[in-house]
T-cell receptor
Framework: AQSVTQLGSHVSVSEGALVLLRCNYSSSVPPYLFWYVQYPNQGLQLLLKYTSAATLVKGINGFEAEFKKSETSFHLTKPSAHMSDAAEYFC????????????FGSGTRLSIRP | DAGVTQSPTHLIKTRGQQVTLRCSPKSGHDTVSWYQQALGQGPQFIFQ???????QRGNFPDRFSGHQFPNYSSELNVNALLLGDSALYLC???????????FGSGTRLTVV
C-alpha cells in the first residue's frame, strides 16, 4: 500500500531563510507525487506535481521539490521564506492508474518568524 | 471559470441525524472524489465517483454514501452522525485518467 510520511509536524523559519519540508513515500511502483498548501479555513491548492519527467519539479510561489528514488524522498524547498508562506503543507502520493486516489501525509505547519 | 463549488460552507448537526453535502466540479471535469479532514490531520479518501458510479472507496463505513448526477455534480450523505464525523469535508474534481485534481474550499461539519 502506498503511504507518505512527513517529518516534522511544525517547522518554523525566519523570513528570508531557506524553507525545507521533508516527505518520504512508500510505493511498490513509481508513483505520482504532489505537494499541496492549505491556508486557514480554505481548501487545498496544488503547489507542484511529479509525474516522471524531470526529477526537479518547479511549482508556484517559488517552491520546488526533488524526486529522489534512491531515498524515496520528495522534499519541498524554497530559497527565501515570505510571511505569506505561513500555512499547512501536505505531501501526497498517487498510483499511476487512471482512477487512482490521492493519499495524503499528516501535514507540516510552516510558521514564519519576522 | 468557476472552480469546485461546495455547499454549504458550514453546518451543525446533532448526533444521529443525517446530512447531505454537495459538490459541483470544475467545468470540464467528470470525476469527483470526497475527502474527510479531521482537525490537525491530513485529508482521508472517502470515495470517488465517475460515470455516476462509485469507482473506489476508502476505509469508511457504509454510513457514508454518495451519488453522482449526469451533470457530474455529486453528493455525500452521512447517516447516523457521530461526534467523530465532525470534520472538514473536501471535494476534488478531475478528468478521468489524469491526475490534475482541483479541490473545493470544503464544508465544515460539526456534530454536537
Amino acid at each position: 500500500a502506498q503511504s507518505v510520511t512527513q517529518l516534522g509536524s511544525h517547522v518554523s523559519v525566519s523570513e528570508g531563510a531557506l524553507v525545507l519540508l521533508r516527505c518520504n513515500y512508500s510505493s511498490s511502483v513509481p508513483p505520482y507525487l504532489f505537494w499541496y498548501v492549505q491556508y486557514p479555513n480554505q481548501g487545498l491548492q496544488l503547489l507542484l506535481k511529479y509525474t516522471s519527467a524531470a526529477t526537479l519539479v518547479k511549482g508556484i510561489n517559488g517552491f520546488e521539490a526533488e524526486f529522489k528514488k534512491s531515498e524515496t524522498s520528495f522534499h519541498l524547498t524554497k530559497p527565501s521564506a515570505h510571511m505569506s508562506d505561513a500555512a499547512e503543507y501536505f505531501c501526497a502520493v498517487s498510483e499511476r492508474s487512471s482512477a487512482s486516489k490521492i493519499i495524503f501525509g499528516s501535514g507540516t505547519r510552516l510558521s514564519i518568524r519576522p | 471559470d468557476a472552480g469546485v463549488t461546495q455547499s454549504p460552507t458550514h453546518l451543525i448537526k446533532t448526533r444521529g441525524q443525517q446530512v447531505t453535502l454537495r459538490c459541483s466540479p470544475k467545468s470540464g471535469h467528470d470525476t469527483v472524489s470526497w475527502y474527510q479532514q479531521a482537525l490537525g490531520q491530513g485529508p482521508q479518501f472517502i470515495f470517488q465517483y465517475y460515470e455516476e458510479e462509485e469507482r473506489q472507496r476508502g476505509n469508511f463505513p457504509d454510513r457514508f454514501s454518495g451519488h453522482q448526477f449526469p451533470n457530474y455534480s455529486s453528493e455525500l450523505n452521512v447517516n447516523a452522525l457521530l461526534l467523530g464525523d465532525s470534520a472538514l469535508y473536501l471535494c476534488a474534481s478531475s478528468v478521468q485518467g489524469t491526475h490534475g485534481y482541483t479541490f473545493g474550499s470544503g464544508t465544515r461539519l460539526t456534530v454536537v
